[in-house]
């Protein structure tokens, strides 16, 4: 028994060293003195990344408190087909409330929206069918409703290049890159 336990202690170790290994190595390459004077991955994938745009239209919004309202969202500058979207959407949600994603493009399925504790909106879509591969120099992925709950000024805010936390596409062929170009939305509540 005491054999057991000491092999369940050894084999947890050994896979939280992994673990720490494995996320130094991609995280931070820099701290093992790995990729010396060349790009890291990061920085290249955001090179990559800045090809596409992120769209949220109307970027300037003035409704009645209790009033929903609709975000367009799409992505501009698409040289290939995106398989995946993560985005990260900070607003005052004493204001706001993030009510449903509607109008999907068919070529997504299962969008996936919640509101995280620490106060944003993580919206997720992934493509149908990898095979498909819609490619289209635009792509108007949903429609985002809101509810304006009490009058004030707020704005939408993309949370972007946060270490912790931040706006991701998957493109064919590309890694995960991380979204470095998208708008805020302004909202005016009466």
């Given at each position: 028994?005491?054999?057991?336990?000491?092999?369940?202690?050894?084999?947890?170790?050994?896979?939280?060293?992994?673990?720490?290994?494995?996320?130094?190595?991609?995280?931070?390459?820099?701290?093992?003195?790995?990729?010396?004077?060349?790009?890291?991955?990061?920085?290249?994938?955001?090179?990559?990344?800045?090809?596409?745009?992120?769209?949220l239209?109307p970027?300037?919004?003035?409704v009645?408190?209790?009033?929903?309202?609709?975000?367009?969202?799409?992505?501009?500058?698409?040289?290939?087909a995106?398989?995946?979207?993560?985005?990260?959407?900070?607003?005052?949600?004493?204001?706001?409330?993030?009510?449903?994603v509607?109008?999907?493009?068919?070529?997504?399925?299962?969008?996936?929206?919640?509101?995280?504790?620490?106060?944003?909106?993580?919206?997720?879509?992934?493509?149908?069918?990898?095979?498909?591969?819609?490619?289209?120099?635009?792509?108007?992925?949903?429609?985002?409703?809101?509810?304006?709950?009490?009058?004030?000024?707020?704005?939408?805010?993309?949370?972007?290049?946060?270490?912790?936390?931040?706006?991701?596409v998957?493109?064919?062929?590309?890694?995960?890159?991380?979204?470095?170009?998208?708008?805020?939305?302004?909202?005016?509540?009466?």
């Amino acid at each position: 028994m005491k054999r057991n336990s000491f092999l369940i202690v050894i084999l947890s170790l050994i896979g939280l060293m992994f673990t720490a290994l494995l996320f130094l190595l991609t995280q931070k390459p820099q701290l093992l003195g790995l990729n010396k004077g060349t790009s890291t991955k990061k920085e290249s994938a955001q090179v990559q990344a800045e090809l596409v745009r992120a769209v949220l239209l109307p970027e300037i919004i003035e409704v009645s408190a209790n009033q929903t309202f609709i975000v367009k969202l799409s992505y501009q500058n698409l040289k290939s087909a995106l398989q995946a979207s993560d985005l990260l959407l900070n607003f005052d949600t004493d204001l706001l409330e993030f009510v449903s994603v509607t109008s999907l493009n068919p070529a997504f399925i299962n969008p996936r929206a919640l509101v995280s504790d620490q106060g944003y909106l993580v919206l997720s879509f992934v493509e149908k069918d990898v095979q498909t591969e819609p490619v289209a120099e635009e792509l108007m992925m949903a429609d985002l409703t809101f509810r304006a709950v009490s009058s004030g000024k707020v704005t939408i805010e993309p949370i972007l290049n946060n270490e912790a936390n931040s706006s991701m596409v998957i493109v064919k062929g590309l890694t995960d890159n991380q979204l470095t170009n998208i708008n805020s939305v302004s909202v005016v509540i009466k």
